[in-house]
């Protein structure tokens, strides 16, 4: 199930996810092509994502995740607990 992200929504698009998990099987695709950078209230979206994955047993694959916001994920050490793809 792909998602795409707007950069203006980034939260919200991520709390929607979340939410998406429930009907979810297998993995979930998160398309981070338009996000240039994220920030603490988007980090925060991230570690829920991740928490409710790792509890319904869904791979979070993120796409086109621009090297400013890998590098940020990785700093925060969330970057283990998502797979990439370009």
Not at 26 to 37: K, L, M, N, W
Not at 49 to 67: H, R, T
Request: proline share 5%; net charge positive; with cysteine.
């Amino acid at each position: 199930m792909p998602i795409n992200l707007d950069g203006s929504c980034v939260t919200r698009v991520l709390e929607k996810a979340v939410q998406a998990l429930g009907g979810a099987e297998g993995e979930i695709a998160v398309d981070f092509s338009t996000v240039h950078r994220i920030d603490a209230s988007g980090l925060d979206a991230m570690e829920k994502l991740a928490g409710a994955a790792d509890e319904k047993g869904v791979k979070v694959v993120l796409n086109n995740v621009p090297i400013p916001v890998y590098r940020v994920l990785k700093l925060v050490k969330l970057a283990p607990r998502f797979s990439f793809r370009a």
